[in-house]
């Protein structure tokens, strides 16, 4: 049973997070994807993974995502990467941590790197979706979706199509996040961080392209980078086999002398 606890980070903002805690070890830092919350199978696997390993973990929720207090209509990438930030600095603290990021949460552990580049020693992404806001919504909505965002601010799109059995789900998406997602373009941005990264994505992934991490890799350019494309993955590799993957990815991490 998970034991959820609350980082308060302002006057008004509590999120809800999940931790194991160690004065001076090595943690893995997970962020979450768009709408997601830590009550998946991801952020449960890699605590236990870090619990085996005598590792330190953090998992949060963003602002508005799951139990966190905030409202999900007023949050953005730059509100949600400095929850990120502050939520680092608070569990993790001078500690040194591998980032795993998941769809969105890549994107948010990008922007980790104007930060904290002394300390962070690895990244991994699964279905990695950096600028994904312009790239794979706005781009691709009808002229009515986009005039309907302009002029109310906000659209409620829908995922997914019955007849075709795909599953369904709806989202909320406003102006302000479009916009400000165009505030925190980082796939021009180089990082010259000797590190280890890896990009897990999945071959059959419907949300994501796998180019999207292909970029990710491109923005490293002293890095030992490897592209993992798993047969048969879909965009979140929860699945027990594909998450063995990448603690096999994780072990080599914690053992590579880069």
Same mark, same amino acid.
């Given at each position: 049973?998970?034991?959820?606890?609350?980082?308060?980070?302002? %006057?008004?903002? /509590?999120?809800?997070?999940?931790?194991?805690?160690? /004065?001076?070890?090595?943690?893995?830092?997970?962020?979450?994807?768009?709408? =997601?919350?830590?009550?998946?199978?991801?952020?449960?696997?890699?605590?236990?993974?870090?619990?085996?390993?005598?590792?330190?973990?953090?998992?949060?929720?963003? +602002?508005?995502?799951?139990?966190?207090?905030?409202?999900?209509?007023?949050?953005?990438?730059?509100? *949600?990467?400095?929850?990120?930030?502050? +939520?680092?600095?608070?569990?993790?603290? /001078?500690?040194? !941590?591998? $980032?795993?990021?998941? +769809?969105?949460?890549? *994107?948010?552990?990008?922007?980790?790197?104007?930060? &904290?580049?002394?300390?962070?020693?690895?990244?991994?992404?699964?279905?990695?979706?950096?600028?994904?806001?312009?790239?794979?919504? *706005?781009?691709? &909505?009808?002229?009515?979706? /986009?005039?309907?965002?302009?002029?109310?601010?906000? =659209?409620?799109?829908?995922?997914?199509? @019955?007849?075709?059995?795909?599953?369904?789900?709806?989202?909320?998406?406003?102006?302000?996040?479009?916009?400000?997602? %165009?505030?925190?373009?980082?796939?021009?941005?180089?990082?010259? $961080?000797?590190?280890?990264?890896?990009?897990?994505?999945?071959?059959?992934?419907? #949300? #994501?392209?796998?180019? &999207?991490?292909?970029?990710?890799?491109? $923005?490293?350019?002293?890095?030992?980078?490897?592209?993992?494309?798993?047969?048969?993955?879909?965009?979140?590799? @929860?699945?027990?086999?594909?998450?063995?993957?990448?603690?096999?990815?994780?072990?080599?991490?914690?053992? @590579? =002398? !880069?």
């Amino acid at each position: 049973m998970k034991k959820f606890k609350y980082l308060k980070i302002s %006057r008004t903002k /509590k999120l809800r997070y999940i931790d194991n805690y160690y /004065k001076k070890k090595l943690y893995i830092v997970f962020l979450p994807g768009f709408m =997601s919350d830590i009550e998946g199978k991801k952020p449960t696997a890699f605590k236990n993974y870090a619990i085996r390993k005598k590792m330190g973990f953090l998992a949060f929720e963003y +602002s508005g995502h799951g139990k966190s207090s905030g409202t999900f209509t007023k949050g953005n990438i730059s509100e *949600w990467s400095n929850d990120a930030k502050k +939520s680092i600095k608070k569990i993790v603290k /001078k500690n040194d !941590f591998i $980032l795993i990021g998941s +769809s969105m949460g890549a *994107w948010i552990s990008l922007n980790q790197f104007r930060y &904290f580049k002394k300390q962070i020693k690895g990244l991994i992404g699964i279905g990695s979706a950096p600028e994904f806001l312009e790239r794979l919504m *706005w781009k691709k &909505f009808p002229k009515k979706i /986009k005039k309907e965002i302009k002029e109310k601010g906000i =659209s409620i799109i829908k995922h997914g199509d @019955s007849k075709f059995r795909q599953k369904q789900y709806e989202y909320p998406v406003t102006y302000q996040l479009i916009k400000d997602g %165009r505030k925190n373009k980082v796939l021009s941005k180089k990082i010259n $961080l000797k590190i280890n990264v890896t990009m897990f994505h999945g071959q059959k992934d419907e #949300v #994501v392209p796998v180019s &999207f991490s292909r970029k990710v890799l491109f $923005l490293f350019t002293k890095a030992k980078k490897k592209m993992i494309v798993v047969k048969n993955g879909d965009h979140s590799l @929860s699945q027990k086999k594909n998450l063995k993957k990448i603690f096999k990815e994780l072990d080599s991490f914690r053992n @590579s =002398s !880069f």
